[in-house]
């Protein structure tokens, strides 16, 4: 494979940037624009190891600079690997590219470094994808789950089913080649604990995928209520600074306003909206439609009261919108003096929370609410969790295949009917960890990785 390059620092001005180097070649292209100040190449230096010295593009001085040498495989790619650290000017960090680019390496595409280790056998193809996962982590919990499927739990976890299944198909083979002599373990009971056995552990796996990607993705929420609620109130006390505009006047908010927030171990994509109400105005109505679709669409409803009045029929009409959906009701403005009937909304949602928005009180409790609703309270992230949809469906794929093998086991059928089925499960998990995936879903995984990772 050639010699790749690209910065591997963030597209802006930092205390330092790194363009990275890898591949057979990395050391030459490196000891062209990298020179030491003891005058030792870094084609003779031993792995972790550094060198402080000058780069250079066309003979001319680019900048002071560290040189990190990493010697196959003992490095992140597997192949020889030299990191080169100047100051984080995006001026200087791009000489330093260019110089790398005009002395043999190529520009390293989206993902390739770690595409490199995945090929190389320094990682299986889950941990690859945890890399992206703890770049993008926006909590804790996140980076904890990423970090976790890095260190290859759910590797580890899949293989064991993969390793269960693979013996009993092993065994099955043997029987249809050998049918007079006896196979141990190989009864219909035997066959079906193991069966059942595995595919309980692909299905706690499966029943956790949405409140991991909860945690890992965020959870598309919507807030909304009449006018003049407090929406953009609450909106504001959740991102902690003033996001929408909050006025006296019902019907301020026209449009959806949008951001991300974490609250506590989970990711929110919030949208404010427009009041729901009745109205003649044609971008008010605008608004109010664009809210019901945007509520048709969301994971998670946070329906805003208002405190100080009684319930109205607008009030009514948004209980029905949140019919069979994860929601909590914000009874808001709880520093003014109650009218509301707060028995009809305990009536009509499981998880009710009271809050000023404006004295910034109930925060907590609202937390609280929210991950008893997403089920997030309960997180594990030290348990192997489905970190994608591409995980996700290799493992329901399987999960079917063990049903099938299950259910052709109690109707009689032949051992060889019965492998068809162990085999399609096994093929799925495969493909999850990478010992079976196609070029192309390579290709597709690394292609959504930043440059330089």
């Known amino acids: 494979m050639s010699t790749i390059a690209a910065i591997s620092t963030g597209q802006a001005a930092g205390g330092i940037g790194i363009v990275r180097i890898s591949g057979e070649n990395a050391l030459t292209v490196a000891d062209r ?27 001319e001085e680019i900048d002071e600079a560290v040189a990190l040498v990493f010697r196959a495989p003992k490095s992140y790619t597997g192949e020889d690997v030299v990191e080169i650290s100047c100051h984080g000017g995006l001026l200087v960090t791009k000489q330093l590219l260019r110089a790398a680019l005009s002395s043999g390496a190529v520009a390293a595409q989206p993902g390739e470094f770690t595409k490199r280790a995945f090929l190389n056998g320094k990682m299986d193809l889950t941990s690859a994808e945890s890399v992206m996962n703890i770049i993008s982590a926006k909590s804790e919990q996140a980076k904890a789950a990423a970090l976790n499927t890095l260190d290859g739990a759910l590797y580890k976890n899949i293989s ?7 013996k009993r198909a092993a065994q099955m083979a043997a029987w249809v080649d050998y049918p007079d002599d006896e196979i141990e373990d190989l009864s219909d009971e035997n066959l079906l604990f193991s069966l059942k056995s595995n595919g309980e552990k692909l299905k706690r796996l499966i029943s956790r995928f949405d409140v991991g990607q909860a945690v890992i993705e965020g959870v598309e929420t919507v807030i909304i209520g009449r006018p003049n609620v407090g929406k953009s109130a609450l909106m504001n006390m959740l991102t902690g600074y003033e996001k929408s505009i909050v006025t006296s006047v019902a019907g301020t908010t026209r449009d959806i306003v949008e951001e991300t927030v974490v609250l506590g171990g989970t990711v929110l994509r919030l949208a404010d909206t427009a009041g729901l109400h009745e109205t003649q105005d044609t971008v008010e109505k605008i608004g109010v439609d664009r809210t019901k679709q945007k509520t048709g669409r969301a994971s998670l409803i946070l329906a805003v009261f208002d ?5 109205t029929a607008e009030d009514g009409e ?22 509301i009937d707060a028995d009809a909304i305990k009536n009509s949602f499981k998880n009710v929370v009271f809050i000023s928005a404006k004295q910034k009180k109930g925060m907590a409790e609202l937390e609280r609410e929210i991950e008893k609703v997403l089920g997030t309270d309960e997180f594990d992230a030290s348990a192997a969790t489905l970190m994608n949809e591409r995980q996700y469906s290799c493992c329901k794929l399987a999960y079917e295949g063990i049903c099938e093998a299950v259910r052709a086991v109690q109707a009689g059928m032949t051992r060889d009917a ?9 093929e799925n998990l495969d493909i999850l960890t990478g010992e079976k995936a196609t070029q192309s879903v390579v290709n597709e995984i690394f292609s959504q990785f930043c440059v330089g990772k």
């Open 33 to 59: 624009i990298f020179k030491s100040v003891s005058g030792v190449k870094l084609d003779k230096m031993k792995g972790y190891t550094a060198a402080y010295g000058k780069a250079y593009f066309e003979n």
């Open 160 to 166: 064991e089913i993969s390793n269960s299944l693979k």
């Open 418 to 426: 019965i492998s068809v089925s162990i085999d399609s499960a096994i």
């Open 307 to 311: 405190f100080s009045e009684s319930l």
């Open 318 to 339: 948004i209980i029905r919108l949140c019919e069979g959906k994860n929601a909590v009701a914000v009874i808001n403005k709880t520093d003014l003096v109650r009218k």
